[in-house]
């Protein structure tokens, strides 16, 4: 059973720049979809950016889009998050998923990080 595991979180200040990385501890096979989401504190989880494991294919949430980045090193079986111009109402846990649909729904991943928060000070 594959796991994943979440890292880069912290706190920033408004302005500023993490890279989250999100690790996968079995093979992601090429029909891998990988999903960034985030939640806030008593919010429903929404999407972030997803990629495909077996091509360079993403697609953005509109709210992120320009500002973050995702990428995949294979060779490290890991998805990475470049979040640059954070914002305050960046801050939240960021979760990432594995799925096999290229879709911004949570429900479509099967395979979650337990998460790492970022925290954007204004």
């Known amino acids: 059973q594959i796991q994943l595991v979440e890292s880069g979180g912290g706190s920033v200040q408004a302005g500023g720049s993490l890279r989250l990385s999100c690790t996968a501890s079995?093979?992601?096979?090429?029909?891998?979809?990988v999903g960034w989401f985030r939640q806030e504190p008593g919010e429903a989880q929404t999407f972030v950016a997803l990629?495909?494991?077996?091509?360079?294919?993403?697609l953005y949430a509109d709210s992120v889009k320009g500002r973050f980045t995702i990428s995949r090193d294979s060779a490290k079986n890991t998805v990475y998050l470049q979040m640059n111009a954070l914002k305050a109402e960046d801050t939240a846990v960021y979760y990432c998923?594995?799925?096999?649909?290229?879709?911004?729904?949570?429900?479509?991943?099967?395979?979650w990080g337990p998460g790492t928060q970022v925290t954007v000070a204004s």
């Open positions: 998923a594995r799925g096999s649909q290229y879709s911004r729904y949570p429900s479509d991943y099967n395979t």
């Open positions: 079995g093979r992601l096979y090429s029909s891998s979809v």
């Open positions: 990629t495909r494991w077996s091509r360079d294919s993403t």
